[in-house]
């Protein structure tokens, strides 16, 4: 790109990553793996060492998996299986189970303490030859044309990179900086967040929401060694005065004394509910809280930005590589913004139903959660929707953009999750008889870059624990296609022929010799 005559470039990347929290991590180490030159550029001098997310799901740990490093975290996590909702009496209203194993094929929560999982994610893009990162190198200034992105950091060293993927936050420098607005759902509270390292096993819950009009609590494990407690406020004005770690453990004397855990801090927060009108601007994309921030009664917040993340990459290294047009990007946000607005939107009702402060209006609520819960009623499973327009097939089919299932594969060498056995990338899934019959059409997808595995109980590739024929049987499939993100490109059945599904996908991954397109539904 032009340069204004400067001397002082810096650097030339082919993405620059703003901001190094998980999502910017993420973003960061899928497109390094790609063979892509990154270059993080993080206002802080260090990592930031606190926590602030305190769990994810099993498509999160579906691309921490992907990264190498779910064996690291393993024992530094704690699986969840149940979320308690008690009223203002303490008893138990409403409890959301969770399983060991999700569609993802790991377990469907985890409690974690981020520093844990900075450092693995650290680690990781640290080992990459083509990804740089430059701590204490706050973004300044961020100027681009049709042929690149000129990002200036506080000091006058400046980046050229080919694209822009802002990280960088909830307060976002280079949102403000493209005077991007934002929609707010009006839906803002003020919290006090009192994080405990745990000198001995402790019996507090691991995982409830305290429905008190007289105080909000929030208690959640955070992983093994350590608890969270979050009281909300009736105003920002409250936390000087309760701050004073004295009148914090007065507030947790139920549940810890010192003599049990460390106060390591107290931090207050706003949780805010809001979602940037525009997610790409030319070349810059924002991602993670720099594009929507939601409140956190679902624990969504950071596995929407590894969502982001897992999206844009795969995207971003289609057109890096030259293998689609930049249009391709223009699907990120037209696919991930109603996902976004309904995990958001689902946050908001569960956080107003346990935050009121009507004393009436908790009672009422308290008597109709009693006579479900006494009426044995079930929870639903909390579901989230399905991709309805962007990087999809053209004849769709039930199934189709919905998150991929995760099954155990045995290839003959190697047993294990199908991502660890199969690899990334785009997958095309039949039974061995379908492939077959696929004939030349098998190299070619092979050509673009796709994976092709004949599943079935007796191989090739094995269905071990027949994840993949009851999910076929379900869903009336004769073969899938599966994105790099883990989501279904799309399905043949009925009317839909394996082959058509083969042509529609080597058509949208350019394998006919021109750019791919994405069917905008």
């Given at each position: 790109m032009s340069t204004n005559g400067s001397s002082?470039?810096?650097?030339?990347?082919?993405?620059?990553?703003?901001?190094?929290?998980?999502?910017?991590?993420?973003?960061?180490?899928?497109?390094?793996?790609?063979?892509?030159?990154?270059?993080?550029?993080?206002?802080?001098?260090?990592?930031?060492?606190?926590?602030?997310?305190?769990?994810?799901?099993?498509?999160?740990?579906?691309?921490?998996?992907?990264?190498?490093?779910?064996?690291?975290?393993?024992?530094?996590?704690?699986?969840?299986?149940?979320?308690?909702?008690?009223?203002?009496?303490?008893?138990?209203?409403?409890?959301?189970?969770?399983?060991?194993?999700?569609?993802?094929?790991?377990?469907?929560?985890?409690?974690?303490?981020?520093?844990?999982?900075?450092?693995?994610?650290?680690?990781?893009?640290?080992?990459?030859?083509?990804?740089?990162?430059?701590?204490?190198?706050?973004?300044?200034?961020?100027?681009?044309?049709?042929s690149g992105v000129l990002v200036t950091v506080e000091g006058g060293a400046t980046v050229a990179a080919r694209h822009v993927v802002a990280c960088d936050g909830g307060n976002s420098f280079v949102r403000r900086a493209l005077d991007i607005g934002q929609d707010d759902y009006g839906f803002s509270e003020p919290w006090m967040v009192c994080d405990f390292r745990l000198r001995r096993p402790s019996s507090v819950p691991a995982a409830r929401q305290v429905g008190d009009p007289r105080r909000p609590t929030s208690i959640i494990s955070l992983g093994p060694d350590h608890h969270r407690f979050s009281f909300m406020l009736d105003s920002v004005d409250e936390f000087a005065v309760e701050r004073d770690p004295e009148r914090v453990w007065e507030r947790v004397a139920r549940y810890l004394t010192p003599e049990d855990a460390e106060l390591i801090r107290v931090a207050t927060y706003t949780f805010r509910s809001r979602v940037a009108h525009q997610w790409r601007r030319g070349r810059v994309l924002l991602a993670g809280d720099a594009a929507h921030q939601m409140p956190p009664f679902l624990g969504q917040g950071m596995c929407s930005g590894v969502r982001d993340a897992q999206n844009l990459a795969f995207k971003l290294d289609r057109v890096l590589s030259g293998s689609a047009d930049a249009s391709l990007l223009d699907t990120y946000q037209a696919e991930r913004e109603p996902h976004v607005r309904t995990v958001t939107e689902m946050g908001i009702e569960l956080g107003r139903l346990q935050t009121t402060r009507d004393p009436a209006t908790a009672a009422e609520r308290d008597r109709r959660l009693r006579a479900e819960r006494a009426a044995g009623r079930e929870l639903k499973k909390i579901r989230f929707p399905a991709l309805t327009r962007g990087l999809l097939a053209a004849r769709p089919l039930r199934g189709q953009g919905e998150l991929s299932r995760q099954g155990v594969v045995d290839d003959g060498t190697v047993r294990g999750r199908f991502d660890q056995v199969v690899g990334d990338g785009f997958a095309f899934l039949a039974t061995p008889q379908v492939v077959a019959g696929l004939g030349p059409t098998v190299r070619r997808l092979e050509r673009a870059g796709v994976t092709v595995a004949g599943i079935s109980a007796e191989g090739p590739l094995t269905d071990v624990d027949g994840t993949y024929a009851r999910w076929f049987a379900e869903s009336g499939w004769s073969a899938v296609a599966v994105r790099p993100d883990f989501y279904v490109y799309g399905a043949a059945g009925g009317s839909v022929d394996p082959r058509e599904l083969a042509e529609d996908l080597l058509g949208a991954l350019g394998a006919d010799g021109c750019h791919g397109r994405a069917h905008q539904g």
């Open positions: 002082d470039v810096a650097a030339t990347a082919d993405v620059v990553v703003v901001g190094y929290g998980p999502t910017g991590m993420v973003t960061a180490a899928l497109l390094g793996r790609a063979g892509h030159r990154v270059t993080v550029l993080e206002r802080y001098d260090g990592l930031y060492n606190l926590p602030r997310a305190a769990s994810f799901d099993d498509e999160t740990m579906r691309t921490f998996a992907r990264l190498g490093i779910a064996d690291e975290l393993l024992p530094k996590v704690r699986v969840q299986h149940a979320y308690e909702w008690t009223g203002s009496s303490g008893e138990v209203l409403r409890e959301q189970r969770f399983e060991d194993r999700g569609p993802s094929g790991w377990a469907e929560w985890y409690m974690m303490y981020q520093p844990d999982l900075e450092d693995a994610l650290d680690a990781v893009c640290r080992a990459l030859p083509g990804v740089e990162v430059r701590q204490g190198s706050p973004v300044v200034g961020i100027e681009q044309d049709g």
